[in-house]
């Protein structure tokens, strides 16, 4: 099956630093998901990217699908930000998504 | 617009004994999911529905796992007798449909049902 990984494992930022997560997936994808889990376990959908670059707010992500990558870029980091994010993705051929082992961002104040 | 809700929120069962988890997708939502989360990892899907027909059931572990969405609407998922690896934080998302050109629709999700079987 296809392997979906996500680095840094842990990041730690102080309030304001900018960060870049990386998601790699070994296949090709029809689709690539963003997603923030938060200290109480809510998912949030930040990002539906199956290619190109898209911005909200402080957060933007770009997916270079032939190259089998995306990256979250996160500016102005605030403690709000903490939590878990998630790359997902969905194989060619899959009507489904499969998740990454995601990146724990804590940010300090 | 309601998000998609789930309940109980927690549960502490004895192995072998049954458990229930029930979803309410958003409204007009046509595709429901059920992840199973374990602690330190990213959602594993176990079932996907569309409307109330079983899209992917591959990962179901089916000798103790069940769900069914009979009108389409709620969903629920039983695991009949639960082990102790069954501790985990069951999810339920929902996304408008399965999307176009076979791409999932953007998925959301409800709080979760986080389950400790002792």
């Known amino acids: 099956g296809i392997q979906v990984e996500q680095s840094p494992p842990d990041l730690i930022l102080q309030e304001g630093a900018n960060s870049t997560l990386r998601c790699n997936f070994s296949?090709?994808?029809?689709?690539l998901q963003w997603f923030h889990q938060n200290p109480w376990g809510q998912l949030i959908n930040l990002f539906y990217?199956?290619?190109g670059t898209k911005q909200n707010g402080r957060l933007s992500a770009t997916t270079v699908a032939t190259e089998r990558y995306s990256l979250l870029y996160i500016s102005s980091s605030q403690t709000t930000d903490s939590g878990v994010y998630f790359c997902a993705v969905e194989p060619v051929g899959a009507n489904n998504l499969f998740f990454g082992t995601g990146t724990r961002l804590t940010v300090i104040p | 617009e309601a998000g998609v809700a789930q309940s109980p929120r927690y549960k502490i069962i004895e192995k072998r004994q049954s458990v229930a988890f029930w979803c309410n997708p958003i409204s007009g939502h046509a595709t429901l999911y059920w992840y199973q989360q374990i602690l330190g990892q990213g959602p594993k899907l176990l079932i996907q529905f569309q409307n109330n027909g079983v899209v992917d059931d591959s990962q179901l572990p089916k000798d103790r796992f069940s769900a069914e969405r009979l009108k389409g609407v709620d969903s629920t998922l039983k695991i009949q007798p639960a082990k102790l690896e069954d501790s985990a934080v069951y999810l339920c998302a929902s996304s408008l449909s399965l999307g176009t050109s076979g791409r999932t629709d953007t998925q959301y999700f409800g709080p979760g049902t986080r389950l400790t079987v002792l």
């Open positions: 990217i199956p290619s």
């Open positions: 296949d090709s994808v029809n689709n």
